[in-house]
Every structure is written in C-alpha cells, then in structure tokens.
C-alpha cells in the first residue's frame, strides 16, 4: 500500500465538487486535476492546507467564506445596455464576452439578465458573495519534476 502524503513539492492530483450552503453543486470535476503542492498553483490556501499530509483515496471539505474565496459582487463590474446594442450571439442568459479594459487587462463577462429590451453582463465572478463547500478527493501523489517547481503542474489549477 502507497504511504505517500501529501506534502511539499509533491504533484497531486484531485477530483473535486463545490456545493454552496445549501448542498446545491455548483461546479463538479470528476477528472482528475493537477497542482503542484506548495509550489506554484491557483489552490486557495485553506484548500491547500487541509490536503497537507493526505493521502491517496483521502478527502477534506473546507468551507470558505466570501472573503477567502471569490470575494463579494462589485457593483461596478456589472453593465446593462439595450439589447438592440448587443451582437445577436450574446443575447442570452449565460452567454459569455471577453472586455478588455484600458489597462489591457481581460475579463470575462456573463450575461446575468435580460428583461424589457435591457440585457446585463456581469464580471464579478459568479461565486462571488457565496460561502463555498469544497469536497477535494486526493486521486495521486507523485513527486513534481523540477520543471513542475518552478512553473506548476500546467493546465487545470482549478480551485481558485
């Protein structure tokens, strides 16, 4: 039987689902992603704190609160303008749009509303303002190449 744990420099991969307070999933990835543990990855520290010395088939549930999360909706990320003003392709609800702002920075805005002729986007993430429950299973643990150290484990940080 592997003993290995889940400790520094190690690459683990996970399966995981996000419910919020009331036990409604909200995100769910049941094929393993990859981070590289206490080396450079997107986990929120909390997340990756309780993974600290699991092992493989382990799971935690942490609960994170807006603050540690995704934060709370910023009124002046959210825009609406007459429907007439938005390509045909956007105009539905959930439909997503890249902005570019004068910094160059890129978000990503989902269309959050449409009713009488207005249509709203919004680009507060949308866990944004929600207490999380986050349900990590550890799936493998191996040791990150040196490679893995210095950049991560490539594609598919997801919990943050």
Do not use: W
Request: net charge negative.
């Amino acid at each position: 039987m592997d003993m290995t744990q889940v400790t520094r420099g190690k690459h683990v991969s996970i399966t995981y689902r996000i419910c919020d307070e009331q036990g409604n999933v909200l995100e769910q990835n049941d094929f393993p992603v990859s981070y590289i543990h206490g080396g450079p990855n997107d986990m929120f520290e909390p997340i990756e704190a309780a993974l600290e010395g699991k092992r493989v088939g382990d799971t935690v549930e942490v609960v994170l609160t807006p603050e540690e999360a995704f934060g709370y909706p910023d009124p002046n990320l959210t825009f609406t303008d007459v429907i007439e003003n938005v390509p045909p392709e956007v105009r539905r609800v959930g439909a997503e749009v890249q902005m570019q702002n004068d910094r160059g920075e890129i978000r990503i805005f989902r269309v959050s509303e449409i009713r009488d002729g207005k249509l709203t986007i919004d680009g507060n993430h949308p866990f944004a303002g929600k207490t999380l429950v986050y349900r990590v299973q550890v799936q493998d643990i191996r040791d990150a190449t040196e490679e893995e150290m210095k950049h991560g484990a490539g594609g598919g940080q997801p919990l943050h």
